[in-house]
């Protein structure tokens, strides 16, 4: 395959993708409750999708869906052109979080407490790749260099950090493995205000840089402006509105789509606008 074929591959796509929960109810029998529901969308290499909706949208089990933390009722997970692999053997777990992972919304409950920054990065090195320990440590200086921390931060463990450290270190953790697709699920929902700009401005500057693809799960539009070229709306497990986040911001069809917007302040609003430079050794 030539390289413009590969890269006409979207780097990930969800086929009509459907996840059903049965709930026991106090009286005998279950009931179903439908959390995803015929869900379609692709993302291209390198490119940034957001899924925006309010708690309960069906959002958090679509991203979970996506990494294989659950499992989908029906339809199809597609990374790099190749359906997901599914299998629960050690090597088809190692592969898959080759393919994707997962930076979540609280970076304290994420990460050992026990570690040092150091040895949170260090073991997923070790485990998905065969360098040596002098490399292993290269590769973890390099990872940290990344995400603006430095060998201060080595011997720390989480608690010692303020929560934009742990969520760059939680970044650090999801890239160790070189995945393709990484699924931020509400990763900056946790942070004060200007440390969000800060690690937005970073997630823009890693996708620069390694040409990962994300897909940003959130409920603020006003945040996803600055990382997603294009942007789902979903509302009671279905898309509702979908197309370039600018359009979307700017002139939303939905009427579910115009009320999350009407709950937002509008001062301030420029789209792509990047809010600080993120400091080396910032929040």
Not at 17 to 44: M, Q, W, Y
Not at 78 to 106: C, E, K, N, W, Y
Not at 109 to 132: A, G, I, M, W
């Amino acid at each position: 395959m030539t390289a413009d074929a590969i890269s006409a591959v979207p780097a990930l796509a969800v086929v009509h993708l459907r996840k059903v929960f049965r709930v026991r109810r106090g009286t005998p029998g279950h009931d179903e409750i439908v959390a995803v529901d015929d869900v379609s969308f692709a993302v291209p290499r390198s490119g940034s999708l957001a899924v925006v909706g309010e708690s309960g949208s069906g959002k958090t089990t679509l991203a979970r869906m996506i990494v294989g933390l659950e499992t989908p009722t029906s339809g199809q997970i597609v990374l790099g052109g190749r359906p997901r692999v599914t299998s629960t053997s050690r090597r088809a777990r190692a592969a898959r979080a080759r393919q994707v992972q997962m930076v979540f919304q609280d970076p304290y409950s994420s990460l050992d407490p026990q570690q040092t920054v150091y040895q949170c990065l260090d073991e997923v090195v070790r485990l998905h790749s065969s360098l040596d320990r002098p490399g292993r440590s290269q590769r973890v200086h390099t990872l940290l260099a990344q995400v603006g921390l430095d060998e201060r931060h080595h011997a720390v463990r989480p608690s010692s950090l303020s929560g934009g450290q742990r969520q760059r270190v939680a970044i650090a953790r999801a890239l160790a493995t070189e995945p393709d697709v990484l699924i931020l699920d509400e990763a900056v929902s946790a942070l004060d205000v200007s440390v969000q700009g800060q690690v937005l401005n970073l997630l823009a500057d890693l996708r620069a840089e390694l040409g990962v693809t994300y897909v940003f799960v959130s409920h603020d539009l006003a945040v996803v402006q600055q990382i997603a070229e294009t942007t789902i709306v979903m509302h009671r497990g279905r898309i509702v509105e979908e197309g370039e986040t600018d359009a979307i911001l700017t002139d939303p069809q939905d009427p579910y789509t115009q009320r999350l917007l009407s709950a937002l302040p509008r001062p301030g609003w420029r789209p792509r606008r990047r809010i600080a430079e993120a400091p080396q050794n910032g929040a």
